[in-house]
């Protein structure tokens, strides 16, 4: 029977080092506690704007005509209170100003003309408001 000399020099070596030492210690590792998956919190800071809202509109007289010009206004409310810029325009026809909540509109031609005033607060919000208008001759 043949014996591998070197194979038994190390397993000597390896059985006269536990025979000294005695049995090395086992490593215990703890594995960490596991972490519950919490997702992060973001705060955010914000205000919600709400749209102006119209709630009363005057054309007098209800029938203008060429020679006969119109008073128009318009009244709108923010609901936060926000001061607010009103436009008008019209489909024909001109206006004495068109950047007031009242002013006089002039009819060009005879027909029905829509008349739109515009409210915008002053964070860029904002609502229309369309009046058909019947332009008269007299």
């Not at 090395?24 to 914000?46: F, G, M």
């Not at 100003?97 to 029905?112: E, F, K, L, M, P």
């Not at 003309?113 to 009046?131: F, K, Q, T």
């Amino acid at each position: 029977m043949a014996i591998d000399v070197r194979r038994s020099k190390r397993a000597c070596w390896f059985a006269c080092l536990l025979a000294a030492c005695g049995t090395p210690a086992r490593s215990e590792v703890t594995p960490p506690e596991p972490v519950a998956s919490t997702p992060p919190v973001v705060e955010v800071d914000y205000e919600v704007n709400g749209c102006p809202d119209f709630h009363a509109f005057t054309l007098e007289p209800p029938h203008p005509g060429l020679r006969t010009p119109a008073f128009v206004a318009a009244s709108a409310e923010d609901p936060e209170g926000d001061e607010l810029l009103y436009v008008w325009s019209a489909t024909s026809g001109r206006f004495t100003d068109t950047a007031q909540n009242q002013t006089i509109y002039h009819c060009v031609r005879v027909g029905d003309e829509v008349i739109s005033v515009l409210a915008v607060d002053v964070r860029g919000c904002s609502r229309i408001l369309n009046i058909h208008v019947p332009c008269a001759e007299n």
